[in-house]
């Protein structure tokens, strides 16, 4: 639970409303577009998958400092297809969840 809570407080404002809303539904794939609307807010406008990636990337100093894996997994999208998909584990939700009541 610490390198959750290590990892969290890393999080730019961003990452974590796209974190914490894939945290909402665990298990569940979670297209880009759907993050892009539903955890950042953005218009379905521009490169939204280049611009959610760009959200991932930033997750990197968290990653780092809390010594852990990134915890979500992501896909490339098939072929003809545009975006990564992205999922969390549920008991991996569930640590993070953990540190987020232990924080408050």
């Given at each position: 639970m610490e390198r959750a809570a290590a990892?969290?407080?890393?999080l730019a404002p961003q990452a974590r409303r796209m974190f914490e809303y894939m945290l909402r539904t665990p298990g569940r794939t979670i297209h880009c577009t759907e993050l892009?609307?539903?955890a950042l807010g953005w218009p379905n406008e521009g490169n939204l998958a280049a611009r959610v990636a760009g959200v991932v990337r930033g997750m990197d100093k968290g990653q780092s400092n809390s010594g852990r894996r990134y915890p979500f997994y992501w896909w490339a999208a098939p072929e003809g297809s545009t975006g990564a998909t992205y999922a969390v584990r549920p008991s991996v939700a569930a640590v993070f969840l953990a540190a987020q009541l232990g924080a408050a």
């Open positions: 990892f969290l407080a890393e892009a609307d539903k």
